[in-house]
């Protein structure tokens, strides 16, 4: 385990025990997920961030749109990614995925257009999937507005927003469009119908317990029936073939980390390009903690 998340693990078990996200409450678990942000490092600079909404299935969507500093596009415009934060489909915000979101912009120069979907229990499976594909759908249709080239378009996600990532990538295959030209998982969830060995392994996780991503289904999910429905567990989805190129980063410590690997492992048995890169020492949410690793 990486050297200081080794020490704040040892400090969480050894101080006084917080109660857990299912003893705390929604209101505290959304709080305190929205308070990661402030560990998420200098802010790079960027050209422009702007909120604005979009149509979407049940009403609008806001969204966050970055522009990086800098960058010339060319006459096609820059790349998009559109970002899908994590929380378990509970919590999070584009407050608790701001610092994620203006890293990725400055590093990859491209627009980031971050998607502030419905969450549970207001809003039960399949809300969030249905917004992430129509905020998808409407990028892919209005990326030149933002100065962006459409022909360029990632989707991008970690935890729950890979899951929504990996799933946006399955409907606008089957869709005809948008066309997606990369997707990028970030430890993702992509099976919720059985727990992986790591789920157990590493359950007691100060970031991520098993017991909280049970939480986070129960919230989300309205029978048992959902967990075997490919649109919350896309490893189980019929056809795998003619997806985009997918990066999947996985983590060594994480309860999610077999899970986002064997959908690595299915995608590339169903012929497609993928790579899968492993980071041995760290856990969940380390992507949000860009200031302290």
């Not at 970690?158 to 946006?168: H, K, P, Q, R």
Request: proline residues 6%; charged residues 20%.
């Amino acid at each position: 385990m990486d050297p200081m998340l080794q020490m704040m693990t040892d400090q969480a078990r050894q101080g006084e025990a917080r109660p857990s996200m299912r003893e705390g409450g929604l209101e505290a678990a959304r709080a305190g997920y929205d308070a990661i942000a402030a560990a998420g490092g200098e802010s790079p600079p960027l050209k422009s961030v702007d909120d604005r909404t979009i149509p979407g299935p049940a009403g609008e969507i806001a969204i966050r749109v970055y522009t990086p500093a800098d960058v010339e596009g060319g006459e096609a415009g820059l790349p998009i990614i559109v970002f899908f934060h994590g929380g378990g489909f509970t919590i999070g915000s584009l407050t608790s995925h701001d610092p994620v979101a203006r890293q990725l912009c400055a590093q990859a120069e491209a627009i980031v257009v971050s998607v502030d979907y419905r969450l549970a229990p207001e809003h039960r499976f399949p809300a969030a999937v249905e917004d992430a594909f129509a905020a998808t759908q409407w990028v892919g249709e209005h990326g030149r507005e933002l100065g962006g080239d459409p022909t360029r378009l990632a989707v991008c996600g970690d935890s729950a927003g890979g899951n929504l990532a990996a799933v946006a990538c399955l409907l606008a295959r089957d869709a005809g469009g948008p066309a997606i030209a990369f997707q990028a998982l970030i430890y993702p969830t992509t099976d919720s119908s059985k727990e992986y060995p790591s789920f157990v392994e590493n359950g007691e996780s100060i970031f991520l317990s098993s017991d909280t991503m049970r939480w986070f289904y129960e919230q989300y999910t309205t029978s048992p029936a959902d967990n075997l429905d490919w649109r919350l567990s896309p490893i189980l989805a019929e056809d795998l073939a003619n997806l985009p190129p997918a990066l999947i980063i996985t983590a060594g410590f994480d309860t999610l980390r077999d899970e986002g690997e064997a959908y690595g492992e299915a995608l590339r048995a169903a012929g497609n390009d993928v790579t899968v890169r492993r980071y041995d020492t760290m856990t969940h949410v380390f992507i949000q903690l860009w200031g302290v690793f």
